[in-house]
């Protein structure tokens, strides 16, 4: 019998509740996971998610869930900006790792937890897994069999907005409902492109592979934002205008701002010669993929998306999550890889360089993808 697999959820906020724990207490998973533990800092919020989610064990700090023998995997439900040393904590413990977006701030940072994760022999899944959705899969195929032409351009992007202040989790007077996101808007990990715009930016080299230069225009707009009653202040950068070269003179357009969409969230629009992919068409017709016949939306069409998950909030956090798992219990790698989840860092982070210095940034990361990624996801 195949081992079940412990997880311990790494902060009980919006994406923790969200996307791993009312996810991972389905029983439909039972069979596989268990949720061994849960920790976050805020006093009384671990032990009440623990309660209603029934989880195992509820702890203050990570270095107590990193010691229990019971916990085998980490999914890191924190801000952006602890990743990397929760990160290391938990692959120097021996543990397995889930990032929730994005992997780390830097792509040092990220190559650092890669070379770490190899010494131990313990496996990287980063979040957002977007090439496991079959549309992606599909626009991949169609522009490298040739059926748009030869590409000119492509643009993707995300607005911040007030989605964060609007959450359930955030709205209500208990431990799990009044959670502050306040990070979001502060350095170092807060801001559209590593929250929002990293979707798109993952489908983007997902289908064209990876970028080879960036330049951009960066900033902070909006320097105080108030969430119930209380003003904060905004360090992080909410208003990000970069340009990628692909090599070939395909070039992309890429945004990360407070106001304003030009594609679909986390589908790029393609120009090619012969025609033009916008979200999930192809020259204004649906694109045929798998699961479209069926009413399934992209995010229902990976692996572990089937029955009350495909009703369920955040249910990409919970692919990823169980990406993992299956990686742990049979040996196969993720697409949603730690390498492709760097190379977008590192395109977000040479997009700020670039800003800050006024100078076309040149990008050394690569990631490969198998041929066939239906077989692979």
Same mark, same amino acid.
């Given at each position: 019998?195949?081992?079940?697999?412990?997880?311990?959820?790494?902060?009980?906020?919006?994406?923790?509740?969200?996307?791993?724990?009312?996810?991972?207490?389905?029983?439909?998973?039972?069979?596989?996971?268990?949720?061994?533990?849960?920790?976050?800092?805020?006093?009384?919020?671990?032990?009440?998610?623990?309660?209603? !989610?029934?989880?195992?064990?509820?702890?203050?700090?990570?270095?107590? #869930?990193?010691?229990?023998?019971?916990?085998?995997?980490?999914?890191?439900?924190?801000?952006?900006?602890?990743?990397? /040393?929760? @990160? #290391?904590?938990?692959?120097?413990?021996?543990?397995?790792?889930?990032?929730?977006?994005?992997?780390?701030?830097?792509?040092?940072?990220?190559?650092?937890?890669?070379?770490?994760?190899?010494?131990?022999?313990?496996?990287?899944?980063?979040?957002?897994? +977007?090439?496991?959705?079959?549309?992606?899969?599909?626009?991949?195929?169609?522009?490298?069999?040739?059926?748009?032409?030869?590409?000119?351009?492509?643009?993707?992007?995300?607005?911040?907005?007030? !989605?964060?202040?609007?959450? @359930?989790?955030?709205? @209500?007077?208990?431990?799990?409902?009044?959670?502050?996101?306040?990070? !979001?808007?502060?350095?170092?990990?807060?801001?559209?492109?590593?929250?929002?715009?990293?979707?798109? #930016?993952?489908?983007?080299?997902?289908?064209?592979?990876?970028?080879?230069?960036?330049?951009?225009?960066?900033?902070?707009?909006?320097?105080?934002?108030?969430?119930?009653?209380?003003? !904060?202040?905004?360090?992080?950068?909410?208003?990000?205008?970069?340009?990628?070269?692909?090599?070939?003179?395909?070039?992309?357009?890429?945004?990360?701002?407070?106001?304003?969409?030009?594609? /679909?969230?986390?589908?790029?629009?393609?120009?090619?010669?012969?025609?033009?992919?916008?979200?999930?068409?192809?020259?204004?017709?649906?694109?045929?993929?798998?699961?479209?016949?069926?009413? #399934?939306?992209?995010?229902?069409?990976?692996?572990?998306?089937?029955?009350?998950?495909?009703?369920?909030?955040?249910?990409?956090?919970?692919?990823?999550?169980?990406?993992?798992?299956?990686?742990? +219990?049979?040996?196969?790698?993720?697409?949603?890889?730690? /390498?492709?989840?760097?190379?977008?860092?590192?395109?977000? /982070?040479?997009?700020?360089?670039?800003?800050?210095?006024? +100078?076309? +940034?040149?990008?050394?990361?690569?990631?490969?993808?198998?041929?066939?990624?239906?077989?692979?996801?």
């Amino acid at each position: 019998m195949t081992k079940r697999i412990g997880i311990g959820v790494a902060g009980a906020g919006s994406i923790g509740i969200r996307g791993a724990l009312e996810h991972l207490c389905q029983q439909d998973v039972q069979d596989r996971i268990h949720l061994a533990a849960v920790c976050d800092p805020v006093p009384g919020r671990a032990e009440a998610a623990a309660q209603k !989610y029934g989880v195992a064990r509820a702890l203050l700090t990570l270095d107590e #869930l990193l010691k229990l023998d019971e916990v085998d995997m980490v999914v890191l439900a924190s801000p952006i900006g602890l990743h990397y /040393e929760q @990160g #290391l904590a938990a692959i120097r413990a021996g543990k397995h790792v889930h990032f929730n977006k994005t992997m780390t701030v830097t792509s040092a940072e990220a190559t650092h937890l890669i070379e770490e994760a190899e010494a131990r022999g313990v496996h990287l899944v980063a979040s957002p897994g +977007q090439m496991l959705r079959h549309v992606n899969q599909k626009i991949r195929e169609l522009i490298q069999n040739g059926e748009l032409g030869k590409i000119s351009w492509a643009a993707t992007g995300a607005a911040f907005g007030a !989605y964060h202040e609007h959450e @359930g989790v955030r709205t @209500g007077n208990d431990v799990l409902s009044n959670i502050n996101p306040s990070w !979001y808007w502060r350095k170092p990990g807060g801001g559209p492109l590593y929250d929002m715009t990293v979707y798109g #930016l993952h489908t983007l080299t997902g289908v064209l592979g990876p970028a080879k230069r960036v330049t951009a225009f960066s900033g902070a707009a909006i320097t105080e934002r108030e969430f119930r009653g209380e003003k !904060y202040t905004c360090d992080a950068d909410d208003n990000s205008l970069l340009l990628l070269d692909f090599g070939s003179s395909l070039y992309a357009f890429v945004h990360g701002t407070f106001s304003g969409m030009i594609t /679909e969230f986390g589908q790029p629009s393609f120009f090619g010669e012969k025609g033009v992919v916008t979200g999930i068409q192809m020259n204004g017709s649906p694109i045929d993929f798998e699961g479209r016949a069926e009413g #399934l939306a992209p995010w229902q069409t990976t692996p572990h998306v089937t029955g009350v998950h495909r009703k369920m909030g955040e249910a990409h956090v919970f692919e990823d999550t169980m990406q993992l798992v299956r990686w742990i +219990q049979e040996g196969k790698p993720s697409l949603a890889s730690a /390498e492709h989840a760097r190379h977008v860092i590192e395109i977000i /982070e040479a997009g700020y360089r670039s800003a800050e210095t006024g +100078q076309v +940034q040149q990008l050394t990361t690569h990631f490969a993808l198998p041929q066939n990624l239906a077989e692979a996801s």
